[in-house]
């Protein structure tokens, strides 16, 4: 997660989910299990209560020393798709949701 992290600082990064994992949890493709987790100041931006994956994601990510570092320092952005894509983008401190991002998170909903 580090290495993407840093790669998304150039380019956007897609990381492809083990989807049997996911089935093994109890966690279908029917579900529309999908979200948009935007990091900011080293927290969650937006809120990711309703949504646990999201919710397990930013405190796993919190508690890794360096990515904690990556996120204090930078604005990341995370979104799953239906596919178990999960796509990581750098975002600048004020920019809006990246419309790529977006769409990845929407496609095939």
Excluded at 15 to 39: H, Q, S, V, W, Y
Excluded at 44 to 49: D, F, G, R, S, W
């Amino acid at each position: 997660m580090r290495i993407l992290l840093k790669k998304s600082m150039k380019e956007d990064q897609v990381f492809l989910m083990n989807i049997p994992d996911f089935e093994r949890a109890g966690l279908k493709r029917k579900t529309g299990l999908k979200f948009l987790l935007k990091m900011q100041n080293g927290k969650p931006e937006n809120a990711v209560v309703d949504v646990p994956l999201a919710a397990s994601l930013a405190t796993v990510l919190q508690q890794d020393d360096a990515i904690a570092e990556l996120l204090m320092a930078n604005v990341f952005q995370f979104g799953l798709n239906t596919k178990y894509e999960l796509a990581i983008s750098h975002v600048s401190g004020s920019e809006p949701v990246s419309e790529a991002s977006t769409a990845l998170t929407e496609s095939n909903s």
